[in-house]
């Protein structure tokens, strides 16, 4: 059997206790460096491959500090604290010589148990995925061919007075939903930026969280492939503007709902 | 002059030039910990009066990793990567002689410039604070005291099956808004399950995010000392549910938006 492309973005080799190596993705390059989605899933899967993990995620803060380049990277994880249903994680990704790291973050993983639940946000009608067209982007950067994306509601770089889109999310080939595919489709929106101004601009994301709502078992429950997926901003302010989304699975489970804080400029390109 | 008792809380000497000593507040305090939001502005307060320091805050994230006790505690403070614009810092605080940290987190600070920008999310209407009675909340916990909130829509204790609420914070006694007590106002919302429940239940704090959507200068033409604040829940799900936020000043200045992860038992106290 083939490795999906997206499992091997995400590999992982051990090099030691808290090092792993990885590789950059071909297949998931955006413009100048990695898909942002794609550095987020490895973090995670760090963790997630981890024998000293415990539970599953609730919590992934990431930070893009420095730019990073094609080809191999190490990766540091290391679970600072462990309680008797949380651990609480850090994590970098360093390259090459460089004294710095290109990425840093934090993590809490959670064991979820019987208690009263109940989901507020509920997923919004929408037409059925096979009833939508894909969406044909006009940029040209690898990544956006991995990902089928059909908005439900409008023609994202219209332009107008309002961020908010939503569509349907799926990886190209299809590929069951996992924590690192939810995580790296946190990062698949296109800018709100874009969508206010009709067309790109520079923008770069500076750091993201993500808050999971599903644990493994409720994973096993969700149906298809796809996932539903709202996003918004709230304010472009001096250089810099905020991103929120929730992603549902196709039968309507929330998955997760995440945020992120972009470095813009607002010349067209 | 006598310092307010939020500044004399979120206090620190230098002891080394990553290491600063800090002490928890009476005044401040929760149950059986210090109130989250203080820990949160301290984190803070420790990069802003940092000489390191570029910027402005743009996020901050922290992690709730252990009990932290009465008394001194120890907050490591470092600078990982400085950028043109941006700038990426690490933060810990440990207590005693205790080999894990109790709280974790990260922030970036950044430089605004003059761009393009827009609120998309805009205050709602409501009545002003003088109109309205202040909270006089069930729970006898000495933070209370320290923040006068006035419900513009409902009590929050009715019960029921929306834990949306919305209300004007200002410190007691008022104080000027700045990026600390921004911070510490975005832990202060009333426990989104206590909503949910119409009473309180035993809930924690894991991990909490605030993206800032103010620089500064934007501090400066903020109009009085109350925020506007609305705050909801996605999703209780097995043991965790999470918590959404948004502060406006006065005159309508989207300061902040806050997320956070907090563990619960659905039991009545």
Redesign the interface.
């Known amino acids: 059997m083939t490795l999906h492309p997206f499992d091997q973005a995400i590999a992982l080799s051990t090099e030691g206790e808290d090092l792993r190596r990885g590789h950059t993705s071909a297949h998931y390059w955006n413009a100048i460096s990695p898909f942002g989605g794609t550095t987020v899933a490895t973090l995670l899967q760090a963790i997630l491959t981890d024998p000293r993990r415990l539970g599953d995620p609730?919590?992934l803060?990431v930070?893009f500090?420095?730019p990073l380049q094609k080809g191999d990277f190490m990766l540091r994880v290391h679970p600072?604290?462990t309680?008797r249903?949380?651990q609480?994680w850090?994590i970098e990704i360093r390259q090459g010589d460089d004294q710095?790291?290109a990425v840093?973050?934090?993590a809490?993983f959670?064991v979820?148990?019987?208690?009263?639940?109940?989901?507020?946000?509920r997923m919004p009608q929408a037409d059925a995925p096979e009833r939508l067209d894909r969406y044909a982007s006009p940029a040209n950067v690898p990544f956006l061919s991995m990902y089928d994306v059909r908005y439900a509601d409008c023609n994202p770089l219209a332009g107008g007075k309002?961020?908010a889109t939503q569509c349907w999310i799926s990886d190209v080939p299809p590929r069951p939903l996992d924590f690192p595919s939810i995580a790296a489709q946190c990062d698949t929106f296109i800018p709100r930026l874009f969508v206010?101004k009709g067309g790109p601009t520079a923008i770069s994301t500076?750091?993201l969280?993500i808050?999971f709502?599903?644990?493994s078992a409720?994973l096993q429950r969700v149906e298809g492939h796809h996932t539903f997926a709202q996003a918004?901003?709230?304010?472009?302010?001096?250089?810099?503007y905020?991103q929120?989304g929730?992603l549902w699975s196709r039968n309507g489970q929330?998955l997760a709902?995440t945020?992120q804080?972009v470095?813009?400029?607002?010349q067209a390109l």
Request: net charge negative.
């Open positions: 609730l919590a803060t930070n500090a420095g600072v604290r309680g249903s949380t609480h850090q710095e790291p840093t973050g934090s809490v959670a979820r148990r019987d208690a009263w639940s109940d989901t507020e946000s309002d961020s206010r500076v750091t969280t808050n709502h599903v644990d409720g918004k901003a709230n304010a472009f302010n001096g250089g810099y905020d929120e929730k929330l709902t945020h804080m470095w813009y400029r607002d």
